[in-house]
């Protein structure tokens, strides 16, 4: 089973909950939690596991071969990112706006844009105990977070034999990242906080999960800090709550030093649980 822990903005408690809910599991049956926030990775934070495997990653970029070109124009017509822009007889690559189609290199009658790897960023696997930490960073500067998310999946995938639990930490909001994130999970949680601005953008994660047919429910973090415009929309649109994770200054003081919370505070401890038993309910019933 594979869940996403997702949100509609950053900062509502996504790694939070995605570290000690695989933590809390781990107790009991192998995870694999992975990091696929991959511009600004923080879930390794919680954990000091040894390190059994890391690797470079690669995506695939055009070079422009000048004494091959025939200055015919098919790559920027064909290229839908404007990754390619041909002024007169020179090529200019947009490195940063490429999406590695190949369409370009395809598709030119002279062969003049061949395919090269330029290193996009890196991937690192911890392990301790029963539990695999996977983590995704992207190199400072790179713009395409999506083929790292892809390519850490798919070591994820190749290493998940016996199909145990995987727990995506995602990327926040709903562009490209999240789509990769999420688009072939079980389940999505939604992480928010009780405030309008929470309810903004808990609307547009829920517009896109819609979208996409997952599976999906609501926690709320920092409950008790605004309102419950959060719980009477999911009321209204029969959205599941099935956690509100208290506000609580010493479950600040404990992530901000980097610990696990829920051994600590045993009000965080029995939301967390709760989702746990959704978590396993909900995989019986598949």
């Known amino acids: 089973m594979t869940i996403a822990i997702a949100s509609g903005k950053g900062g509502t408690g996504k790694t939070t909950i995605a570290a000690n809910l695989s933590a809390l599991i ?3 049956e192998h995870v694999f939690l992975t990091d696929l926030d991959v511009e600004e990775p923080d879930s390794g934070i919680f954990f000091s596991g040894e390190r059994v495997y890391h690797k470079d990653i690669f995506e695939m970029i055009p070079e422009w071969i000048v004494d091959k070109c025939t200055s015919c124009g098919n790559c920027q017509k064909r290229c839908n990112f404007n990754a390619i822009i041909q002024l007169k007889e020179i090529i200019l690559v947009f490195p940063e706006l490429c999406h590695s189609c ?3 290199s395809e598709l030119c009658p002279g062969e003049a844009l061949p395919m090269y790897p330029q290193r996009i960023g890196r991937l690192v696997h911890f392990k301790k105990e029963d539990l695999d930490l996977i983590e995704g960073r992207l190199d400072i500067g790179q713009e395409q977070a999506v083929p790292l998310i ?3 999946k798919e ?3 190749s290493i998940n034999t016996f199909k145990e639990i995987v727990i995506y930490d995602s ?3 709903t562009s490209c990242p999240v789509i990769e994130a999420t688009k072939e999970v079980d389940l999505v949680f939604l992480v928010t906080e009780p405030t309008p601005f929470g309810l903004h953008d808990l609307k547009l994660a829920i517009d896109t999960m819609k979208k996409m047919k997952k599976e999906f429910a609501v926690i709320i973090n920092r ?4 309102n419950d415009i959060v719980a009477n929309f999911c009321k209204k649109e029969n959205i599941p709550i099935i956690a509100k994770i208290p506000n ?3 479950i600040a003081e404990l992530y901000s030093q980097g610990k696990l919370i829920y051994p600590h505070v045993p009000e965080f401890k029995l939301q967390l649980q709760k989702i746990e038993d959704y978590v396993l309910m909900y995989r019986q019933g598949k």
């Open 102 to 104: 190949f369409a370009c």
């Open 150 to 152: 892809s390519q850490t």
């Open 26 to 28: 781990s107790k009991t």
């Open 223 to 226: 409950g008790g800090t605004g």
């Open 171 to 173: 990327p926040p909001g």
């Open 248 to 250: 609580q200054r010493n």
């Open 155 to 157: 070591y994820v995938n």
